[in-house]
C-alpha cells in the first residue's frame, strides 16, 4: 500500500514538474520526450529471475530478484535491486538518468560485492528498444579498473531483459556474458 502511496506522489511531483517544464522554450530543451518516456516507464516494482556466471564457462548462479524504480524529481530514476545470489543477500542501488547536453543516458552503481562505484553512459536505440551502456569501474577481488557493457532490452513497457558482459582481458572489443535478468513490471 505505502508503495502506491509513493507511486502517487511521485506521479504528481512529475505532473507538476512538467506543467513548470512546459513554461518556457529553454525547459523543454532539458528533457526530450523519448528520454522522458523512458525514464516515467522506468518507474514501479520488477520481478526478476536472474543468472549469473562466475567465469565464461561456469554453470550460472540462479536467483529470484526484485527491482524497485523511484522517480526522483523529474529527471532520475533510483533504483533498488534486492536478490539471493547463491544464498548470499544481494543489494545494489543505482541512480539514472538522461543528460540532455552530452545526450547520453548516464548512471550510477553500487552494491553489497564491492567497495566501489561504477559509472555508466550509453545511448538507447529506439527503433529496436535497447539501451545499451558502457561502465567504468574497479573489479571487486583485484582492485584493478574494469570495463562492462550493459544491453536492456525492452520487449514492451512491462517486460525487459538485461545483460552483462565483462571485458575480455587482452582482447579489445571481446565481451563475456557475466547476467541475465529477465524482469515484468508488478501489477
Same mark, same amino acid.
Given at each position: 500500500?505505502?508503495?502506491?502511496?509513493?507511486?502517487?506522489?511521485?506521479?504528481?511531483?512529475?505532473?507538476?514538474?512538467?506543467?513548470?517544464?512546459?513554461?518556457?522554450?529553454?525547459?523543454?530543451?532539458?528533457?526530450?520526450?523519448?528520454?522522458?518516456?523512458?525514464?516515467?516507464?522506468?518507474?514501479?516494482?520488477?520481478?526478476?529471475?536472474?543468472?549469473?556466471?562466475?567465469?565464461?564457462?561456469?554453470?550460472?548462479?540462479?536467483?529470484?530478484?526484485?527491482?524497485?524504480?523511484?522517480?526522483?524529481?523529474?529527471?532520475?530514476?533510483?533504483?533498488?535491486?534486492?536478490?539471493?545470489?547463491?544464498?548470499?543477500?544481494?543489494?545494489? @542501488?543505482?541512480? =539514472?538518468?538522461?543528460?540532455?547536453?552530452? &545526450?547520453?543516458?548516464? !548512471?550510477? /552503481?553500487?552494491?553489497?560485492?564491492?567497495?566501489?562505484?561504477?559509472?555508466?553512459?550509453?545511448?538507447?536505440?529506439?527503433?529496436?528498444?535497447?539501451?545499451?551502456?558502457?561502465?567504468?569501474?574497479?573489479?571487486?577481488?583485484?582492485?584493478?579498473?574494469?570495463?562492462?557493457?550493459?544491453?536492456?532490452?525492452?520487449?514492451?513497457?512491462? @517486460?525487459?531483459? =538485461?545483460?552483462?558482459f565483462g571485458a575480455? &582481458?587482452?582482447?579489445? !572489443?571481446? /565481451?563475456?556474458?557475466?547476467?541475465?535478468i529477465k524482469y515484468?513490471?508488478?501489477?
Amino acid at each position: 500500500m505505502a508503495i502506491h502511496i509513493i507511486m502517487r506522489l511521485q506521479l504528481l511531483s512529475l505532473a507538476l514538474g512538467l506543467l513548470l517544464a512546459s513554461s518556457g522554450p529553454a525547459s523543454a530543451q532539458t528533457r526530450p520526450s523519448i528520454e522522458r518516456d523512458f525514464i516515467i516507464n522506468e518507474v514501479g516494482v520488477w520481478n526478476a529471475t536472474s543468472k549469473f556466471w562466475m567465469t565464461p564457462d561456469s554453470a550460472p548462479l540462479e536467483s529470484k530478484a526484485v527491482e524497485t524504480n523511484v522517480l526522483l524529481g523529474q529527471f532520475w530514476i533510483v533504483s533498488q535491486f534486492k536478490s539471493d545470489l547463491g544464498g548470499m543477500a544481494f543489494e545494489g @542501488h543505482g541512480q =539514472f538518468g538522461y543528460d540532455p547536453t552530452a &545526450k547520453k543516458f548516464i !548512471g550510477t /552503481w553500487i552494491d553489497t560485492t564491492s567497495p566501489y562505484l561504477s559509472v555508466m553512459e550509453g545511448s538507447m536505440d529506439s527503433a529496436t528498444r535497447t539501451l545499451t551502456m558502457l561502465s567504468k569501474g574497479r573489479d571487486a577481488q583485484t582492485g584493478e579498473e574494469s570495463l562492462s557493457k550493459m544491453v536492456t532490452t525492452y520487449s514492451d513497457d512491462d @517486460h525487459k531483459t =538485461f545483460e552483462m558482459f565483462g571485458a575480455v &582481458k587482452g582482447k579489445k !572489443g571481446e /565481451w563475456w556474458k557475466m547476467m541475465e535478468i529477465k524482469y515484468t513490471r508488478e501489477k
